[in-house]
């Protein structure tokens, strides 16, 4: 019997293909997002940790320590509240990336599934071109010891 042959391949090579550079894309929109919320999230970490260090130093804080905290303090919320609309803008992207690979990724499956349809179709077409031949060389076989069998009695 003849080979496997898809006639979409091409489209589904295709698919896959487009399926992948958006993977990359989202990949990349997404580790913009990250690298924009880790700012925010470092900004937090070194006033809090300014905070711990003047806590540390004899458990005594003076008032230039603690104009130092507003300050740091007021300039952290500030850098902060700038950051959120990139961070929005970010995530909007990222998630028309999702939205774009979720739809390369369904188109994909479509043609996967009539690939696979096929392919089951094809090994029916196999089996039962396969029992036929079985069943032929059984009637062939059959008929041969029958002729044999009555050339031995005559």
């Known amino acids: 019997m003849k080979r496997f042959n898809f006639n979409l391949q091409k489209l589904l090579e295709i698919r896959e293909k487009k399926e992948e ?3 990359v894309n989202l990949a990349k929109a997404s580790g913009e997002y990250q690298l924009e919320v880790n700012k925010v999230e470092s900004i937090k970490n070194n006033v809090k940790n300014y905070k711990d260090s003047l806590i540390k130093k004899d458990g005594k804080l003076s008032i230039d320590n603690l104009r130092m905290l507003d300050y ?5 919320e500030k850098a902060i509240k700038n950051l959120e609309p990139v961070i ?3 995530k909007r992207k990222m ?3 999702i939205e774009k690979y979720n739809q390369f990724r369904r188109e994909k499956r479509v043609v996967e599934l009539i690939k696979e349809k096929k392919y089951n179709q094809y090994l029916e077409e196999a089996e039962k071109e396969e029992q036929k031949i079985i069943d032929e060389i059984g009637k ?3 008929i041969k010891n029958k002729a044999h069998n009555l050339n031995s009695e005559n």
């Open 21 to 23: 550079l958006q993977k």
């Open 95 to 97: 998630e028309k990336e």
């Open 140 to 142: 062939n076989t059959y």
């Open 88 to 90: 929005e803008e970010k």
């Open 72 to 76: 740091i303090s007021t300039n952290a």
